[in-house]
């Protein structure tokens, strides 16, 4: 269970005097700001189909103390149930799904800090082509050497804006674009859980269209997941209840 110090600032009030800390942590106070101000998304629909979960193992991030952050296991894990669903809406190969949402679940397992580091991404898809085999073999979903090496461009570009590309970025991008893209798009959906309005999901810098239905899934994944961690329930626990209440609609 992840609680609040007594009289310690929210990650909301950090932001907002940007004093955020290495380590940001979810709080109750910022939690329920965030609810408070959930966007005109309209209703959360039922899943339209039972998305993968992979969940990040805590031996794979670089800082054990980013675990429980913003960046941490619930991260990964909702990303790769976004990437699932998105997956499924281009109908993706059962291979390039696997490798997209094992891409998704520890893109950012070789941070430093929940600060800007810019080098997280390339940090991770080194450490997955070095430990791919040992990665999907723990989510119990093969995912083949080539598809396994597109998963790895999929990390290494994941925090990289397009208009930032490098020449060889961009060659690597081509390479399979849509598996990128698919993973900046599942990555930005769960933005809502930052402490600032102006941080959340912009569509704008995606090359997909987004769903319409698909933000308020995403926002209540989060909030719901959010919520059952701060009120102690495990990582795996907290994910599969939100799961669980979006899958039967509210």
């Known amino acids: 269970m992840t609680s609040q110090a007594p009289n310690s600032a929210s990650l909301r009030e950090l932001a907002e005097q940007r004093l955020l800390p290495a380590h940001q942590i979810m709080d109750q106070d910022t939690l329920t700001w965030i609810i408070q101000r959930r966007p005109t998304l309209g209703a959360a629909p039922a899943l339209p189909h039972q998305p993968l979960l992979l969940m990040p193992e805590v031996a794979w991030f ?10 941490g296991i619930r991260h990964g894990a909702r990303v790769c149930v976004l990437a699932s669903i998105l997956a499924q809406e281009h109908g993706l190969s059962r291979d390039d799904t696997a490798a997209l949402c094992t891409a998704a679940a520890v893109h950012d397992c070789r941070r430093h800090d929940d600060r ?5 991404g390339k940090r991770a ?3 997955f082509t070095r430990n791919s085999s040992t990665v999907t073999a ?14 790895a461009t999929a990390i290494g570009l994941h925090n990289i804006p ?3 590309f490098t020449l060889a970025e961009a060659r690597a991008y081509q390479q399979d674009p849509l598996l990128v893209d698919l993973l900046k798009a599942a990555d930005c959906l769960d933005r809502y859980r930052l402490p ?3 941080w959340w999901p912009d569509p704008s810098h995606l090359r997909i269209a987004i769903p319409g239905w698909l933000p308020p ?4 994944l989060m909030a719901g997941s959010e919520q059952a961690r701060l009120d102690g329930a495990t990582h795996h626990e907290a994910l599969t209840h939100a799961l669980h209440t979006l899958s039967n609609g509210r």
Do not use: K, M, N
Request: aromatic share 12%.
């Open 116 to 120: 800007d580091d810019r080098e997280h």
């Open 196 to 198: 600032l309005q102006r």
């Open 162 to 164: 397009y208009s930032a």
């Open 138 to 151: 723990a989510f119990g979903h093969p995912v083949p050497d080539r598809s396994a090496a597109w998963a």
């Open 217 to 220: 899934i995403a926002f209540d």
């Open 62 to 71: 670089a800082d054990p103390l980013l675990t429980d952050s913003i960046h």
């Open 125 to 127: 898809a080194d450490w």
